[in-house]
């Protein structure tokens, strides 16, 4: 039906009409909307200036206006942003056929930081039924939202009985898979998919508190993730696949738009913040390692399915970065400084930050970390790098690795080059160590992992395998008081790491369901300690604990079944899964490292992987070939007496009352310096204390002591004393007062010794019995040998991994002192020719350890060479190649190690009588000590006695007729009973009977949560042999516990008839302790 055409005075002012047209009345319903617009408008503005009056009017302080300006400024621009990233998604996922063609080629920048082209596939059927079910999921939604979770918000509190939910829609845009990867080639029993989500949605839901007149709500969310689905088990029976595990691989990018009281949140920083909340709570249950499990089928162990075994775990090496970009500049930039580096490690929810490295673009971390790989491929590991600063930290690169490419490859030793850096490197060592259920590796995977350094005096060593302790349920858990049921939850610990597992309210036979995962050092020597617990974790509801011994013998490394609880109802019981898993890293599985050809051969050629060439031995020299000062150096000893005549600074009242002082001394030389303890209130202080430095014999050096009374604020100087080396050295011994310079009055007792070095061995047990006899107060053993290693060169050398010829290094340790040579460049056979040495307190037991590194990173092969092998040399001298351990059988190290031995002028003038009144120990005086025993007292025990399961304790009695005193030394205890669930606070009372006064009474330290503690300290006591042998020595071995504790203070006893000991000749043994006195 044809419409009748529109009258021109319907139709309104028409384009060209005359401007009276314009002049003519308005209709009746346009100059009402025109009237509201103005009041509307008017409003606006009264309620912007009405914040400015009250503020004026009730005398508020300018600061507040501005500050409220400034977070509506901070609100209105969030919210802008939030809302025009959402529209602009929104477009993108309605439009993302013409969209992205179009302007991906042209720029990166206009697209959301979420959208990327990973290599999957389409499946746009799954986005045609989600958009034609959207509507019904919406009314589920809303269902569920209103009959079923506002009750429960309810119930839950009184202060939210009015909440109700005033509208849910969740709009006309539904979730959209961008595309789906499907990977089958890992188990035959289960399917992987990884589902690309992209959900850009108009929803709209809003909840009000009427009782409150608290409305808030949700405008519009943004959620991008890669979500994995997991269907296993399959199975031979409908539904086909036993239960569905579903979670998000990384965090999903997630954005909210609010309303409401909730748009506060978008305030800046809040706005932040309550993104992070949510992200957290959602990464709770949905991001690895935690997983949403929905079983199909019944009898599925769940919390396997929830926490299965990991895939493996990756033992990362993070080494060192080389030429960062430098970010600390000063003046504003107008001098360039360096940046002080640190690295943030992550896998998952994994984080590991590493230490800094202050002022340095070429950082040294040597770090390593192990982490849990759940799922490969997909699971990555990303590094950044950042400047520490004292604000923000600046950012200096990242870079990111799938852990799919280490399991592929086994082993990674790469440099990485940084993204969105100007410059920068980060060199990885990657490990995948595979699963094993088995122990018969257990003991090589041990003695590796001792060779593994880890830099950082609070890193972990190296785990030897991983635990899982699946906890299913328990039964017939006892009640609390009053008949009430409890509401369990678990602790689990495995040495210190202690985990809980979720609480269940209201039942003793709790179903939990929860996993644990635990790195093991040692599983020989761990346990699993178990506590059922009340939720308010004080009362103990049972407890069970594991030894993984048991682990070690079981089949597969697993225990599954009823475990009984102990301090519990007496059929209480707790059913839990343990598997343990050995860390094995498969070496077979690395490619063969090509041996590079050895220099001197006469024609380049091609060497190809697993062929060796082996130079003639000829072209190698046989020895080294040092300079002629190697060896020259000496070793000085120090031994600071005493003082006399000091001045006093210590002035009280305003001087009126004179004081005294607080000495103490500072020694330099040789560029080294000691400083002594400090006397309290003495002008004539006894310091006797011993100092050792190596030196070289060099012209002019001098020995400056320099002393100081000690002050709270600035000390004061009380003299300094400078000796000539030259003269010291010339005079080989010097005991000598030394007068104070610079000072009124004052002198210094100083003893010097230029100790002599030999090469006869059969001086080391006399010197060895001297240098024992010495008590200094500083607890200084005088050294026993001068260690000189002179290291030349290597031959034959493995390559990288990457094939290159390696920047080799040397690292020369002992004990806790270690020295580095300079790294040659690229070769397999470099040679470094340098020298160092070492102070040695007992060559018998102690070891040097050479190893050689590309870069100070991987390993190149090392050397161990027990000191005592040196002691069958001629002249204790080994100059020879060694055999590299850890690397190709042709690798080898060209060093030598000279021993001399520090042979005092004062332990040559020791006869045989004086040497045998000292206690003798160690092995070094192995056929001493068994004379010794047989003289001993043959119901106290003895040294080889058998740890039988009695308490005992390890004492030294001499008397030292040189000194005119007795001398008792407490060395240890082992066998200590344990009257507590930790181990005693032990140390050790004794008192020389019959007198008990100060002077007779004696105690150690106290030695920590320990049956085997170990002392070593010496006791001296004044008097003559004829009184020492009068006495009884009465020792008791307590644990330190406080007043009002209940636990035991006695853990034995010992007392021992001096009469009945040779004290001349000493004594030193085992002896059995009793509650009794003996």
């Known amino acids: 039906m044809q419409k009748e055409p529109m009258s021109s005075d319907d139709a309104g002012p028409r384009a060209g009409a005359s401007p009276e047209a314009a002049d003519l009345p308005l209709p009746q319903d346009s100059a009402g909307k025109h009237a509201v617009s103005v009041l509307w408008s008017f409003g606006k503005c009264v309620a912007a200036l009405l914040p400015v009056y009250l503020a004026g009017y009730f005398g508020f302080s300018i600061s507040l206006v501005l500050l409220g300006l400034l977070v509506y400024t901070g609100w209105k621009h969030s919210r802008d942003g939030k809302q025009a990233r959402l529209l602009n998604a929104m477009n993108l996922l ?38 034609q079910a959207w509507p019904f999921i919406g009314q589920y939604l809303e269902k569920l939202l209103v009959e079923t979770i506002a009750p429960s918000i309810r119930a839950a509190s009184a202060h939210l009985q009015t909440l109700s939910f005033t509208k849910v829609d969740l709009g006309d845009r539904p979730l959209k ?11 035959k029993r289960q399917v992987i998919l990884d589902l690309y989500i992209s959900y850009a949605g108009d929803v709209e839901i809003n909840v009000e508190v009427k009782k409150y007149f608290c409305k808030a709500g949700v405008k519009g969310i943004q959620l991008h993730g890669k979500l994995r689905v997991i269907l296993e088990p399959l199975i031979g029976d409908v539904p086909l696949v036993g239960a569905v595990t579903m979670f998000f691989i990384r965090r999903p990018t997630l954005d909210i738009n609010w309303t409401g009281l909730t748009n506060l949140l978008d305030i800046p920083g809040l706005n932040a913040m309550s993104d992070t909340m949510i992200m957290d709570a959602i990464a709770s249950f949905l991001v690895l390692p935690n997983r949403l499990t929905v079983p199909l089928v019944a009898n599925l162990h769940v919390a396997q399915l929830r926490s299965p075994l990991p895939r493996g775990i990756v033992r990362i090496h993070l080494l060192e970065a080389e030429n960062l970009a430098a970010k600390d500049n000063y003046m504003k930039g107008v001098l360039s400084g360096k940046s002080d580096p640190y690295a943030v490690l992550r896998v998952g929810t994994q984080t590991f930050t590493s230490h800094h490295v202050d002022n340095n673009l070429n950082p040294q971390w040597r770090e390593v970390y192990e982490v849990i790989v759940h799922e490969v491929p997909g699971q990555e590991l990303e590094l950044e790098v950042f400047d520490k600063d004292p604000d923000q930290d600046d950012f200096l690169g990242r870079m990111k690795l799938d852990l799919g490419i280490v399991k592929k490859a086994v082993l990674l030793d790469e440099w990485y080059t940084l993204k969105d850096a100007t410059s920068g490197q980060v060199h990885l060592k990657l490990e995948w160590l595979s699963l094993l259920p088995s122990a018969e590796r257990l003991s090589e995977v041990l003695g590796k992992n001792k060779n593994i350094t880890i830099s950082g005096k609070t890193a972990d060593p190296p785990s030897a395998a991983i635990l899982t302790v699946y906890l299913d349920r328990a039964q017939d858990l006892p009640f609390k008081k009053g008949n009430k049921d409890p509401s369990p939850m678990v602790q689990v610990s495995v040495q210190d790491t202690t985990k809980e597992s979720r609480t269940v309210y209201g039942t003793n036979n709790p179903v939990w369901e929860d996993a644990f995962t635990f790195f093991i050092q040692d599983p020989r020597k761990q346990d699993i300690d178990i506590q059922v617990k009340d939720d308010d974790r004080a009362l103990t509801l049972g407890t069970l604990s594991i030894p993984m011994s048991r682990l070690l013998s079981s089949t597969e490394l697993s225990m599954d079944q009823w475990f009984q609880l102990e301090k519990s109802g007496p059929a209480s019981r707790i059913y839990i899964t343990v598997m343990l898993r050995v860390l094995w890293l498969n070496e077979d599985a690395i490619l063969t490292t090509p041996v590079s050809p050895l220099p001197g051969d006469g024609d380049e050629s091609e060497v190809s992987p697993g062929t060796t060439n082996v130079a003639p031995t000829s072209k190698r020299p046989e020895h080294t070939s040092p300079d002629s000062n190697f060896a020259s150096e000496g070793v000085l000893r120090i031994h600071l007496v005493e003082a006399q005549s000091l001045i006093a600074k210590d002035n009280l009242m305003g001087g009126m009352v004179k004081g005294k002082s607080d000495p103490y001394v500072k020694i330099r030389v040789g560029g080294i310096a000691f400083k002594s303890q400090v006397i309290k209130e003495n002008l004539n202080p006894t310091w006797n204390e011993l100092y050792e430095v190596i030196l070289t014999q060099l012209p002019g050096q001098e020995v400056e002591f320099d002393l100081y009374d000690k002050d709270i604020d600035q000390d004061d100087f009380l003299g300094r004393v400078k000796v000539s080396l030259r003269d010291l050295i010339s005079a080989q011994f010097t005991d000598q007062w030394y007068t104070l310079n610079d000072v009124k009055s004052g002198r ?215 000194e005119n005193r007795l001398v008792i030394t407490i060395h240890a205890c082992r066998n200590l009973a344990s009257y507590s669930k930790d181990p005693p606070d032990t140390y050790i009372s004794f008192i020389l009977l019959p007198d008990k006064n100060r002077n007779t009474k004696r105690k150690t330290s106290v030695k920590k949560k320990s049956l085997k503690p170990e002392f070593n300290e010496r006791f001296d006591f004044d008097m003559p042999l004829e009184e020492a042998k009068q006495k009884y020595l009465e020792v008791s071995v307590k644990n330190s516990v406080s007043f009002m504790s209940r636990e035991k203070e006695l853990l034995g006893k010992l007392q021992i008839d001096l009469s009945q000991l040779d004290l001349k000749t000493g004594v030193s043994q085992w002896f059995d302790l009793s509650h009794e006195t003996n």
């Open 177 to 187: 898979v961008v595309g789906v990867k499907a990977y089958t080639e890992h188990d």
């Open 748 to 962: 210094l007792h100083l003893v010097f010794e230029w100790v002599p070095k030999v090469s006869d061995p059969t001086r080391l047990e006399q010197i060895l019995r001297y240098n024992y006899r010495q008590s200094y107060l500083n607890k200084t053993v005088p050294s026993v040998a001068l260690l000189f290693v002179y290291i030349e060169r290597a031959h034959g050398l493995p390559l990288k991994k990457s094939g290159k010829e390696p920047m080799a290094g040397a690292e020369v340790s002992f004990k806790n002192i270690s020295y580095r040579t300079k790294v040659f460049n690229r070769s397999t056979s470099p040679q470094w020719d340098e020298a160092f040495h070492f102070l040695i307190h007992n060559p018998t037991d102690d070891t040097l350890v050479v190893k050689l590194s590309h870069s100070w990173g991987q390993a190149l092969g090392s050397l161990v060479l027990p000191l005592r092998e040196l002691l069958n040399e001629k002249d204790l001298v080994l100059d020879r190649w060694f055999s590299l351990d850890g690397a190709m059988p042709e690798s080898q190290i060209l060093l030598r190690a000279e021993l001399k031995l520090l042979d005092s002028k004062l332990a040559q003038c020791s006869d045989a009588e004086d040497a045998s009144h000292v206690i003798l120990r160690g092995e070094t005086a192995a056929a001493a000590n068994r004379e010794l025993r047989h003289r001993s007292v043959p119901t106290q025990g003895g040294e080889d006695a058998s740890s039988s399961g009695n308490a005992q304790i390890k004492l030294s009695v001499a008397y030292s007729s040189e």
């Open 94 to 131: 309605e439009n993302d056929q013409d969209v992205i063609p179009t302007r991906v080629f042209r720029s990166k920048r206009d697209l959301p930081a979420w959208v990327n082209f990973p290599d999957v596939e389409k499946v746009e059927w799954i986005n045609k039924i989600l958009q």
